[in-house]
């Protein structure tokens, strides 16, 4: 059974950071692409960042440059580095894997089978 945990969402000023964990429980197994997922009231889900088993990472073009993922493989936890942070990023945030991939880059949020719970995260101007 494969559980994501999210934690670290809140509240930040425009120009602020946050970092998001995910704690990944369970039996991955090989070819695992890892998501950030966010969705904004009234709005679709938007990847905005993936990584692949060997770090190669994606990030969509809302985020990129200010937003980092990466993965502690000693701990099991995926990280969601947020930096200069804007009020249109504010959503709620969700961790999510797929196994057996055959490509993660640029990979959309329908394209992931295992989900978190989701965090909310709110940035004021």
């Known amino acids: 059974q494969v559980q994501l945990a999210e934690s670290g969402g809140g509240s930040a000023q425009a120009g602020g950071s946050l970092r998001l964990s995910c704690a990944i429980s369970g039996s991955f197994y090989v070819r695992v692409c890892m998501g950030w997922i966010r969705q904004a009231p009234g709005k679709a889900r938007e990847a905005i960042a993936t990584?692949?088993?060997?770090?190669?990472?994606s990030y969509s073009a809302s985020v990129k440059g200010r937003f980092t993922v990466y993965k502690d493989h000693a701990k099991n936890i995926l990280y969601l580095q947020m930096n200069n942070l804007k009020p249109d990023d504010t959503a709620t945030y969700y961790c999510?894997?797929?196994?057996?991939?055959?490509?993660?880059?640029?990979?959309?949020?329908?394209?992931?089978?295992?989900w978190g719970q989701g965090t909310q995260v709110t940035v004021s101007s």
């Open positions: 999510a894997a797929e196994r057996w991939v055959t490509y993660c880059t640029d990979r959309g949020a329908a394209d992931f089978s295992y």
């Open positions: 990584v692949f088993d060997d770090g190669s990472a």
